[in-house]
């Protein structure tokens, strides 16, 4: 697993899957207009995701990384 990541636009996608099974992803990135604002894009408000351990993990660590590049521009 990478131990660093691109939050920056295009931003990171980080799997999952949804309450019937099927594979979904949420989209973590950092606009360079608004560099203080981390936008988290999901599949849907309507069903809710699953998460293996791994994944969420995975998910964990992006969030980190987009808490410290977003809180280097303030």
């Not at 931003?11 to 950092?30: A, H, M």
């Not at 293996?52 to 809180?71: I, W, Y």
């Amino acid at each position: 697993m990478p131990t660093k990541y691109n939050v920056r636009h295009p931003g990171v996608r980080v799997w999952c899957g949804n309450e019937w099974g099927w594979s979904s992803s949420l989209l973590v990135w950092i606009s360079w207009w608004s560099p203080g604002l981390i936008r988290i894009e999901t599949p849907t408000v309507f069903h809710r995701t699953v998460w293996t351990v791994d994944q969420a993990v995975e998910l964990r660590d992006v969030l980190t990384t987009a808490v410290r590049v977003g809180g280097e521009s303030r």
